[in-house]
């Protein structure tokens, strides 16, 4: 898949996962992770002010996201951080180890 495939996949489900908490976008970008193989980095992107998000539901999200690149084939592992709207603080992250089809 290629960026604009996935941040249209990611949109969705996020949106679903994490409108609640002022979801506005995803922004992707492909890139290579710590041990050089091809990854695919996703920011959700909220609104200014929002909350800071359970451990368990960013992994939820993280999930959700991975299953459903799965599902259209796509098989490089996704890294999943939040950004809020102005901001300027270091994002948060979920970067879980490999599961379901992530060797």
Do not use: W
Not at 37 to 60: I, Q
Request: charged letters at 30%; aromatic letters at 6%; glycine letters at 8%.
């Amino acid at each position: 898949m290629n960026d604009s495939e996935i941040q249209a996949l990611a949109d969705s489900v996020l949106r679903t996962r994490l409108g609640r908490f002022g979801f506005q976008r995803a922004e992707v970008r492909s890139g290579v992770d710590y041990s050089n193989d091809p990854a695919v980095y996703v920011d959700a992107v909220l609104g200014e002010g929002a909350p800071s998000l359970e451990p368990d539901t960013l992994m939820n999200a993280h999930l959700a996201l991975s299953d459903a690149l799965l599902e259209k084939g796509e098989e490089r592992f996704p890294y999943l951080q939040t950004k809020r709207l102005g901001d300027n603080d270091r994002p948060e992250e979920v970067a879980l180890k490999p599961f379901r089809g992530h060797a």
